[in-house]
Every structure is written in C-alpha cells, then in structure tokens.
C-alpha cells in the first residue's frame, strides 16, 4: 500500500469529448472513497478531509510518468462543474493500490439556513477526456472498466447557526455547579412528569462540541441532579442546551483547567 499525500494541480484542465490517441497498454482502475464516510455529520465551518484509494487491477501497470486525472465534486464552471485534479510521480503495479491524502481542503459553508444531505463523489477521468490549455491530454494508457471509477459518500452538511445556539422553542435558564468547572459540572432538573432527556454543549460559534444522552429521567420529590463530564474541552465558555420532553433549557459554564 502506497500512501500519496502532494496532487499536482495543472491550469486550464478541461473535460473534453473523448479522443481517439492512441494508448499504449491498458489498466484497470477502481476509485474507493475513504474520506468522507458516509452519514458524517459536518457543522458549519468544519473542515472535509478528502482520502480515497486507487487500485489498479491490471494487467498493465501505472508508471511513475503516468498521468491519472481525477474529478472533486466543488469548484469549476458551468459547463464543466467540480475540479480536476491531476496524479503523476507515483506507480502501481497490477495488483497494487496508492491511498490519496489530500487533508483538509473544503470547508462546509452551507448557510442556506436548512441541513443538507448531498453526495459526495470523487471521480477517475479517462485521460482521453481531458484538455490541457485546450489540447487532449497525453493518452498512455485507456481505463478498460468504468464503472469502479468513482465512489460517493452521502454526508449531511448542518447550515450556519443563526446564533450562539440554533433551538426552536420555549428556553428556561440553566443553573450549572461549579462554574467555572474543571471536569464535572452538575445541574438540578425539576420535572413534572418523566421524561427522555438529552444536552448538548457548543462554543460561541454554535459549534457542537459534545453531548449527552440520559434517557428516560424519572420525577420525584426533590428535582434530579444530572452530570456533564467537560474534562477533554479546551478552556473556555460554553452554551449548554438540555432539552426534556418539549422544554428546553439554556445555560453557560466555563471550564477552566
């Protein structure tokens, strides 16, 4: 396994018509995308690392003079939409596969004010359907199957808070204890009757850092105590949302090491 972490990226790249050049040996190649996984959950601002495998099932082999054109789902025009990148110093035997890291390099700045699911595909470009300033690209080889070249991920994009916490609904005011807090802090729940409860805790952006599950939190003659552990979230002040049956709650803590 070959871990490839540099693309190089060539201006005027365009997706022409196929060509007919001549190709001098014939591969095999299938795309599978590692990042991102499918059902990931993005919130606004959150950095989309992109990773996916090449495997090359032969018979011939990619040489380090090779160029392998690929299509990201951002950017480009019109006529031409997504990016086309471009893979060449790396070879692949028949059999053999390289892993792509291409890090951090979109963010989700989905403020439409509505979550969006969409997929999210990486595509192989044959090399015959590529223009370079306008000229097809060097063909040196022809991908014989197509349908293994690309692969999808349906991820789900949250859109911009439209303040520090986003919650439809009536709010009552949270009492946290202690605050500023190290690790454990602690607030009392009055309920009427049981109720399934949850909270979630963000930072000034409205950026969900942690949350919680209680389930189903029984009544009883004195409110519940319930207990949030902050211990691995950096310093700094916090919005925490509780939220049992149709009410809400809104407090801020502040963890401090």
Do not use: H
């Amino acid at each position: 396994m070959k871990k490839f972490t540099k693309n190089l990226t060539l201006s005027g790249l365009t997706i022409l018509a196929a060509s007919s050049a001549f190709a001098q040996k014939s591969c095999d190649l299938a795309l599978t995308l590692i990042s991102p996984a499918a059902a990931t959950v993005y919130n606004f601002n959150d950095n989309i690392n992109i990773k996916f495998d090449i495997k090359n099932n032969g018979p011939a082999a990619i040489a380090a003079n090779d160029t392998i054109f690929y299509l990201l789902p951002f950017g480009g025009t019109q006529s031409n939409p997504g990016t086309i990148q471009s893979l060449t110093g790396v070879a692949v035997a028949s059999g053999g596969t390289t892993t792509v890291d291409l890090g951090p390099v979109i963010q989700n700045i989905n403020a439409t004010g509505t979550d969006q699911t969409v997929d999210f595909c990486i595509k192989l470009l044959a090399q015959n359907t590529v223009g370079v300033n306008g000229q097809p690209a060097t063909t040196t080889y022809t991908d014989a199957v197509a349908g293994n070249d690309q692969d999808c991920s349906s991820i789900t994009l949250k859109t911009k808070p439209t303040s520090i916490f986003d919650v439809k609904g009536t709010k009552e005011t949270l009492s946290l204890f202690p605050n500023p807090a190290t690790s454990q802090v602690s607030f009392n729940l009055a309920l009427e009757q049981a109720e399934a409860v949850s909270a979630v805790v963000r930072d000034l952006t409205g950026r969900e850092v942690m949350s919680k599950d209680f389930g189903k939190v029984q009544t009883g003659i004195t409110s519940s105590v319930l207990e949030l552990n902050i211990a691995n979230l950096n310093n700094g002040i916090y919005v925490v949302e509780v939220i049992a049956g149709d009410k809400k709650f809104i407090g801020k803590i502040t963890k401090k090491d």
